[in-house]
């Protein structure tokens, strides 16, 4: 089992930037892909990155077409922390940010449904 506890959500005026983390515990995350979501009022969750577990494609991100460029995705398995630092925000990156880990050992991707570990989410709200 892993519990994910994420942090760092907060109100930011358009332009800048939020680091948000996700503690991991119950297990070591570096096996792991781990992948961060977001929900917007009246939005359905959708995907915003992923890290793939440290392996053969160690540290591998993905990212959501509106967001590349502009977040970045890593992590730390020494502090079994993934971090997601928000720069150049626009209101439109406003949500409530979600941690997510798949089962060991599968490939970091992009599906809401293939992740089974779920943190309580952060809020994010950029000002325009």
């Known amino acids: 089992q892993v519990q994910l506890v994420e942090s760092g959500g907060g109100l930011v005026q358009a332009g800048g930037s939020l680091r948000l983390s996700c503690v991991a515990s119950?297990?070591?995350?570096?096996?792991?892909?781990m992948g961060w979501f977001r929900q917007a009022p009246g939005k359905e969750r959708e995907f915003v990155a992923a890290i793939s577990w440290s392996g053969p494609s160690s540290g591998s991100t993905v990212y959501e077409d509106s967001v590349k460029g502009r977040f970045t995705l890593s992590r730390d398995n020494g502090k079994n922390t993934v971090y997601l630092q928000m720069d150049s925000l626009k209101p439109e990156d406003t949500a409530v940010y979600y941690c997510a880990a798949r089962l060991y050992l599968r490939p970091a991707t992009m599906t809401e449904g293939d992740y089974v570990y779920w943190g309580q989410g952060t809020q994010v709200t950029v000002s325009s």
């Open positions: 119950g297990r070591t995350v570096n096996r792991y892909a």
